[in-house]
């Protein structure tokens, strides 16, 4: 049997736990991996505490983000070889181009049960071999929170260089955005309610920084730091109370790309500005396996290294105290699970 991290029955940190399942078998064009690393999204957080997904059939293995290790292959199975180290990709369904409805609801970490186990077992399509460069912990950062950033600003944002970017603080997501979006010759604003952070962020190639704490309306100072003009593309990872100053902050015709809910999902927003100026409002979900491939060559090139920032153990109380400390924003990166291996 396997360890596995479970929620059954009912939402919330508090009913999370380990169980022993049984080890499956692959079957013809399925691949089997010992997981051995995991990261935290606050997707996953919002999909514990019964936010994301209300419906949600119990029991559920939380997580999408996850490395494992090959070591088993079903009948058939051509794209990967026993000891490969590879990634199963956020959305086992979408490998290129635009997929359709169904495809979609294939998502790791709910609906389907997710990485926080010790063997999973998948279809071979929906792997990705990651570089010897990286190690398990930076690989397993990628597959959701990477993504995302790499497909908001290059895949779907065509950003370049000298365009200027603006990120909110200092999770997952946004600390990738400021490495891809150096990757892509752009300069990069960031705030966060943290002066240490934002000295952390500056020390990764920052640009500039806002406290947004002592300055709310950062939306106004991305204005006066660009000379009026306006960020080329905000990536909006607040939701709802951050989207008004993301509009203040986006010169005409740029593009904010919508991924998160940090600051909730349904808010009263003024439109007005987004059509007197031509603001594009791109929906960002994660992204598909060739954009997977394409970010990962594009690492590989500049050596690019993910942050980590903090490990806990596989037990439920380290995956408890692991999304307490994401939930109180101490993070700057990614949160690991260890698999101990």
């Not at 730091?225 to 008004?244: F, S």
């Not at 439109?271 to 594009?298: C, H, K, T, Y």
Request: net charge negative; charged share 20%; proline share 5%.
């Amino acid at each position: 049997s396997m360890k596995a991290i479970e929620l059954s029955g009912a939402f919330g940190l508090e009913n999370l736990a380990v169980v022993e399942r049984d080890v499956p078998d692959p079957g013809p064009g399925q691949v089997k991996l010992a997981m051995r690393a995991v990261t935290l999204n606050f997707r996953d957080l919002l999909m514990i505490r019964g936010a994301y997904n209300p419906r949600l059939t119990f029991p559920l293995v939380p997580c999408s983000d996850g490395l494992g290790e090959v070591v088993a292959v079903g009948e058939g199975v051509d794209r990967v070889a026993l000891g490969d180290r590879v990634c199963p990709i956020f959305c086992q369904g979408w490998f290129d181009g635009e997929p359709d409805r169904e495809a979609l609801k294939l998502t790791l970490g709910g609906p389907l049960d997710g990485v926080l186990q010790e063997r999973v077992v998948v279809r071979q399509e929906g792997l990705v071999k990651v570089p010897d460069y990286l190690s398990d912990e930076e690989a397993a950062a990628l597959p959701v929170a990477g993504l995302t950033a790499w497909s908001a600003l290059n895949t779907l944002g065509r950003v370049g260089e000298g365009d200027v970017v603006v990120l909110q603080g200092t999770g997952g997501v946004s600390i990738f955005a400021l490495q891809f979006a150096q990757l892509l010759g752009a300069k990069v604003i960031i705030t966060s309610s943290s002066d240490e952070k934002l000295e952390r962020a500056r020390q990764l190639g920052a640009w500039k920084t806002i406290n947004y704490k002592t300055e709310p309306k950062w939306g106004k100072r991305v204005k006066s730091l660009t000379d009026g003009r306006g960020a080329d593309h905000v990536v909006e990872v607040g939701g709802a109370g951050t989207l008004q100053e993301s509009i203040k902050a986006i010169r005409p015709f740029g593009t904010i790309s919508v991924i998160g809910v940090l600051s909730g999902a349904a808010s009263e927003i003024n439109i007005v500005p987004v059509l007197m100026q031509n603001v594009r409002l791109q929906g960002v979900l994660v992204g598909s396996r060739a954009g997977f491939e394409s970010m990962l060559s594009a690492m590989s090139t500049a050596a690019m290294h993910p942050v980590i920032d903090a490990r806990f153990p596989l037990s439920a109380a380290g995956v408890r105290d692991a999304f307490e400390h994401m939930a109180a924003g101490k993070h700057f990166g990614k949160i690991a699970i260890d698999f101990g291996q």
